[in-house]
């Protein structure tokens, strides 16, 4: 046995880390042992990993995820706190949007919800779009809708179609933490499409719609939640009836704008009173 190595015991008393979590960032490819016995399973470190598992508690206590630990402690040069400022910036926005959720919720409770938002109707045309749909959970929707969008564009491009409009998601359930929805991603297109695999081709009626418009700095999931909360709100206190699930619309700046700028708009299509 070399000198230099030590047990998952004696790492742990150097970093102050379990055995546990040692153990979790070596099965995640973040830690791993140095050499393994074959016959004991006894794992064995390197002195300098102790230096590793060090950055990674530190990264771990400002909650980064076990995979962006990785990019940050295995990238070079000015890159790792690079990683760790952008990150961070993440945080603050999802931060920010959350604290615009709390006085929404706040709001509701003093019987004041709407009125946070400013809200407007729209006639919205007949649109053929195709469409990908599944049940997903927050954890899963903005993978989803990226997936399902990538996979709807390369379809109308196999076929010298394009898009006719901005592509949106409808809503027909619930969407959060526990509730899967399902949601429904489209592309509108006025060419001639055909269904392939998953992919549907469907006639969405013209509609009449309540819209609020949203800037880059509501794209956390929290905000969203809010606003879709407080545009139903605004339709049922003016008695009017639902056609169809809440929808977000994506303008092609969504991912890229700056924090005030118009990225999205989420809506409830209704039918007006009389």
């Given at each position: 046995?070399?000198?230099d ?52 508690a ?19 040069g ?8 952008a ?13 615009e ?24 045309p ?9 049940r ?39 969407v ?10 489209c ?11 998953r ?18 700095a ?5 905000a969203?939640?809010a ?19 809440n ?28």
């Amino acid at each position: 046995m070399h000198e230099d190595l030590i047990t998952i015991g004696e790492l742990s008393t150097r970093t102050r880390l379990s055995p546990k979590a040692l153990r979790l960032y070596g099965d995640r490819g973040l830690l791993a042992p140095t050499r393994v016995d074959p016959h004991t399973g006894i794992r064995r470190y390197g002195l300098a990993q102790a230096e590793r598992a060090r950055r990674i508690a530190l990264l771990r206590a400002v909650g980064m995820p076990l995979a962006r630990i990785a990019a940050v402690l295995d990238a070079d040069g000015d890159e790792p706190p690079r990683l760790l400022d952008a990150y961070w910036r993440e945080q603050e926005s999802a931060h920010t949007a959350r604290r615009e959720a709390v006085g929404y919720a706040r709001a509701v409770l003093t019987g004041r919800g709407s009125t946070m938002y400013r809200i407007a109707e729209r006639e919205v045309p007949e649109q053929k779009v195709l469409c990908l749909r599944r049940r997903v959970t927050a954890a899963g929707l903005v993978g989803f809708i990226g997936e399902a969008g990538e996979s709807l564009l390369a379809h109308l491009e196999s076929t010298d179609a394009c898009l006719s409009g901005p592509i949106f998601a409808v809503f027909h359930g619930h969407v959060d933490e526990d509730s899967d929805g399902p949601v429904e991603v489209c592309a509108p297109t006025l060419n001639t499409v055909e269904p392939v695999g998953r992919i549907a081709v469907r006639i969405h009626p013209a509609h009449r719609e309540a819209y609020t418009e949203l800037t880059a700095a509501k794209r956390d999931f929290a905000a969203m939640a809010a606003v879709h909360d407080a545009v139903g709100a605004w339709v049922a206190e003016r008695g009017y009836e639902r056609c169809g699930g809440n929808r977000e619309v994506y303008y092609p700046n969504f991912m890229t704008a700056g924090p005030n700028d118009h990225v999205s708009d989420v809506t409830v299509p209704f039918r007006p009173r009389g």
